[in-house]
């Protein structure tokens, strides 16, 4: 079974994807999660599914499938892009989740987890970024560090991440096998109907 992260969400947003872990390659090069639901507005289904080399936090794989023909439905958003992403390239296997070492559904700023005896905290600050086509004119680009230790930095606006707003990191899961690690963050970006919610992951190996 694929692990399920963010089912339930109180009614904060127009758009609330859920976000599911599609599961670590055996050897943990790589890790794949999708996001899904329904867009607000036009009410047409979605999935995207992205698979990263976890050690060098590079995307390798980016699906996205939005059916906007009437009666589509999520389940067949789903298939074509899970047809379209080729898991079985890179060796992903849904029985192959790893440990969950921190989860929240809403996510906090700042966190701690243990892994292989060992403590780590993670943080998230936002960075400014100034943009004429988003409704509000600072949109928000991120700075993830482990153990105060920088492993990710925005330099410009995020092209994947367009209007984003509010950071938090909702789940933390690793492969203990490689010390690979995958986080997951939850945003918020500028929608039609209110703020949407959707989520992007950080990955690497933990030192």
């Known amino acids: 079974m694929f692990s399920v992260l963010s089912v339930l969400t109180p009614a904060l947003a127009a758009d ?25 507005g036009s009410g047409f289904p979605f999935s995207e599914i992205v698979v990263l080399n ?34 079985s390239k890179y060796g992903i296997q849904s029985s ?13 700023s700042s966190v701690q987890f243990q892994a292989k005896n060992k403590s780590y905290a993670m943080g ?34 995020p092209k994947d991440r367009v209007c984003a707003q509010k950071y938090a990191i909702q789940q933390v899961r690793v492969w203990d096998k490689n010390r690979g690690f995958i986080a997951f963050l939850r945003y918020e970006k500028d929608g039609f109907e209110g703020p949407d919610v959707r989520f992007w992951a950080v990955s690497g190996l933990l030192p």
């Open 16 to 40: 609330q994807s859920t976000l599911q872990f599609l599961g670590f390659s055996r050897d943990g090069k790589y890790a794949a999660y999708e996001q899904y639901g329904i867009h607000d």
């Open 54 to 87: 976890v050690s060098q936090n590079k995307t390798v794989v980016s699906v996205n499938k939005s059916l906007q023909q009437d009666g589509s439905t999520i389940d067949g958003a789903r298939a074509q892009a899970l047809k379209a992403a080729q898991l």
């Open 96 to 108: 192959n989740l790893g440990r969950s070492v921190y989860a929240s559904p809403l996510g906090k």
């Open 124 to 157: 998230v600050q936002p960075i400014t970024f100034k943009t004429s086509s988003c409704i509000n004119p600072s949109v928000r680009g991120v700075n993830v560090q482990l153990n105060k230790k920088v492993i990710f930095k925005d330099l410009a606006l």
